[in-house]
């Protein structure tokens, strides 16, 4: 069952981005994810942006629902979930969109040496002030209206990626390949942990909604963050299975 919280402020993150910060505290580790149920519409997953809050980009029904709650309303948390983030030595984080969320906790604790962080322009960065008082960040947008102009990959080829112990990565898929693309390349792909989004339902490993194919590992559980050398075989990148099961 959900633990019902109480929202007591909404943040404005961007045009597309809310924070929601609720009263009660949940202990979870960088990567983790908790299913949010909205009242009345769905449960849906997301990743922690702190203790005692979410951050979620506008995207579909639910988000939708979500971005027209305000203080005083009322939220269904279940969670944490999966296995989050394991860094070690000198780590490079590497953020597109939405996709910053989860490594912005793991930033937040003092554990991300440097950050790429991409959106798509730049009035849609997200913690970039904040991530800068934390780590050695580099931006890009897509746009090039603030920072690298490009896509992440670009920028992560004007650093030295062989001298990081471990690079994180989320955000979407094809641009979690490039980067696993380039950590093959350097013969580096057992460094890199990518998060994963798949459609989750009951977030604990027993329906098998979010199950990958060839793996057959569960996200909810398995993951969401496995290995460069683990996901650069089978679906990654190119299809995921929606509700239904059909692929998409």
């Known amino acids: 069952m959900p633990e019902i919280v109480t929202i007591t402020t909404v943040v404005n993150e961007t045009p597309t981005v809310k924070t929601f ?3 009660k505290l949940f202990a979870f580790r960088p990567g983790q994810f908790c299913m949010v149920w909205i009242p009345g519409v769905d449960e849906i997953p997301m990743a922690f942006s702190a203790a005692n809050s979410i951050t979620v980009m506008k995207v579909g029904d639910a988000t939708e629902a979500l971005f027209s709650l305000k203080a005083g309303d ?3 948390i279940r969670g944490p979930f999966g296995n989050g ?3 070690s030595g000198k780590v490079l984080a590497i953020g597109g969109g939405i996709g910053v ?3 912005f906790t793991l930033a937040a604790s003092g554990e991300v040496d440097t950050f790429i962080l991409e959106a798509i322009t730049r009035e849609e960065l997200v913690f970039a002030d904040d991530l800068a008082k934390v780590s050695d960040i580099n931006i890009a947008t897509d746009d090039g209206t603030f920072g690298f102009h490009g896509f992440v ?3 992560l080829d ?7 112990d471990t690079i994180c990565g989320c955000g979407p898929e094809t641009m979690m390949q490039g980067i696993c ?3 093959v390349a ?4 057992n460094r890199g942990q990518c998060s994963m989004h798949r459609d989750m339902q009951c977030a604990v490993g027993v329906c098998g909604s979010c199950c990958i194919d060839d793996h057959g590992l569960r996200v909810c559980k398995d993951g969401p963050v496995f290995t460069g050398d683990l996901i650069k075989t089978g679906e990654f990148a190119h299809y995921h299975r929606g509700p239904s099961g059909r692929k998409e």
Not at 158 to 164: A, E, L, R
Not at 186 to 189: A, D, F, L, V, Y
């Open 153 to 155: 990959t670009g920028s």
């Open 21 to 23: 910060v609720f009263d």
């Open 74 to 76: 009322k939220l269904g």
């Open 101 to 103: 969320t989860p490594l």
């Open 186 to 189: 350097n013969g580096i792909e």
């Open 158 to 164: 004007q650093i030295d990626v062989v001298s990081y």
């Open 85 to 87: 983030f394991s860094p």
């Open 181 to 183: 693309d380039r950590l």
